[in-house]
């Protein structure tokens, strides 16, 4: 039977599974609401069932990677995370690897993301880059010397909380000024917001999203244009400073927000160019993901598996 | 015959050099100043000779270690080093492995700093953390999965170049508001100017440095005392930043300024603290390093020759 490993991805709406080989190619495909269990036995004992299905007689399961927000690599927990219905520290690995009888790998999921374009994406020949996803928030995950930095305790990558303006922003964790408050789909629309005076989509009479934000600058419009801009320049300085920590050969950027492509990219680049110390000038690389954004989430958390293949 | 590695540390003045076994015991010592010679190559020609005097039929020379300012561990190039004689790139490890008949080995000063706390320091237990150096300006170097990163090009850990202030102070690298113009001794003593209007040293007649600053400080004067809490306050938010990237177990201070022990202490750990994101705080130990303060450039230039010993 065919070796394939399964990737998870948790989200507060839905959590999704695919089964990967060792090529990247998902070979199988399924969905769940995230919310709709009563109890932790009855949402694993779901996901679980479903992963079986999909490997049937046909595959064998030589293991499962989780991404999930605050997902937490060294103890295998979801630790405290505010948009996942269980509270606390939740055991999900050994839980997992128990219903599942495979071993069972858990991480941030942009971490999981990141080693996704390692092994599957732009990034199979570097050691050294950083993975930055633009959603609802900012996520991040860092690889040096070919391998994801996990620091201490298992939560390093937390790029979206580098604060970059003192008493900016309030932030989803408590603090203020926090990168992902400006430079996420949430961030461009409070900033669109902040240049506008409007909260309501004109057209549809519902409240901005990014999408709307990225439509009216497509059609010329001025405050949205600069929206992109100052995005860019918040973002820009921000992954200059990072540079400085790890020195890597590209950065990539993922998720919704880059579909708005140079309007994005560019302010991006010429901000993180004009902010680079001299010895990195020219060297750094801003490139987009090359995971296919449908099946990211299930590629990277495949990817975990994948990676540590000698030595599960 | 003793095995030994000898360590050098190249600075703008002087050039050190010691012998240091594989315990860390520092067992001869020289130094050079590193402006007297016409060329590179009596430079190099009178270190070398230095060295070999020094392990004379006594010891077994394994290789050298450098510690140099813009130390490329990659290339064993001095690359554009403002401070040091020579302009451009200089191939100090290839001249000095060829002189010396022994494997060389460059980097960063900060960076061999960081590997001497780690091989003979506070940091032997300890896989992930940070060293930072305050001195004339600001280093660092960054120890993730117990070993330095040196990123894609070997320029890894510029830490003193994080833009902390928009527009902020200009800094010797061109651009403005980095980290060392606040959180480096030029950096207090800019701030006690800037607070006190005055620049020089009313006892001595001549200019203001951080030894009189920390003085007037322990002499109870508020605006000194206000001049190492600014700095701690700046410093503070800069690390609680690091953390985010990589999630050390510790960050160590380093150099001339932690003379001051807790009136620099106190203000970083408190503004540190302050600034964390939730997952950190309470975690990350903020300790003086436990290098001797003379001998820590050669420890940690020998340091990368004892930490590759198998290799080398």
Redesign the interface.
């Known amino acids: 039977m065919k070796k394939v490993a399964a990737g998870m991805d948790i989200g507060g709406t839905n959590t999704v599974m695919g089964l990967v080989d060792e090529k990247g190619r998902v070979l199988a495909r399924a969905g769940i609401p995230t919310r709709q269990f009563k109890t932790l036995k009855a949402y694993i004992g779901a996901v679980s069932g479903t992963i079986r299905e999909l490997a049937g007689n046909k595959y064998t399961l030589i293991g499962t990677g989780i991404g999930a927000p605050?997902g937490n690599f060294f103890t295998g927990c979801i630790?405290?995370a505010p948009n996942l219905p269980w509270k606390g520290k939740v055991p999900l690995a050994k839980r997992f690897s128990k219903a599942l009888r495979c071993p069972v790998i858990l991480t941030n999921d942009a971490n999981a993301a990141a080693l996704g374009e390692k092994l599957f994406g732009a990034a199979k020949k570097?050691?050294?880059?950083i993975f930055i996803t633009l959603g609802t928030g900012l996520g991040s995950g860092?690889v040096?010397?070919g391998?994801l930095?996990?620091?201490?305790?298992?939560?390093?990558?937390?790029?979206g909380?580098?604060?970059v303006e003192?008493n900016g922003r309030p932030c989803g964790?408590?603090?203020r000024g926090c990168l992902e408050t400006y430079c996420s789909a949430t961030g461009i629309v409070s900033t669109y917001v902040q240049l506008t005076g409007n909260c309501r989509n004109e057209t549809a009479a519902d409240s901005i999203d990014a999408r709307y934000v990225f439509e009216r600058a497509r059609a010329g419009e001025e405050q949205a244009i600069e929206a992109f801009r100052f995005t860019g320049e918040v973002l820009g300085?921000a992954l200059?400073?990072?540079v400085?920590?790890?020195?890597?050969?590209a950065i990539f950027l993922f998720g919704g927000l880059t579909r708005a492509g140079r309007l994005l990219f560019g302010p991006v680049k010429q901000n993180l160019e004009n902010?680079l110390?001299?010895?990195?000038r020219g060297?750094i690389k801003l490139l987009p993901s090359r995971l296919p954004e449908s099946d990211a989430a299930v590629l990277g958390a495949a990817s975990l598996i994948w990676n540590e293949k000698n030595t599960l």
């Open positions: 605050n630790e405290f570097m050691n050294d880059f860092i040096v010397n391998a930095v996990y620091g201490h305790d298992g939560m390093a990558g937390e790029l909380h580098v604060i003192k964790c408590g603090r300085l200059a400073n990072s400085t920590h790890t020195s890597p050969e902010n110390l001299k010895v990195y060297k």
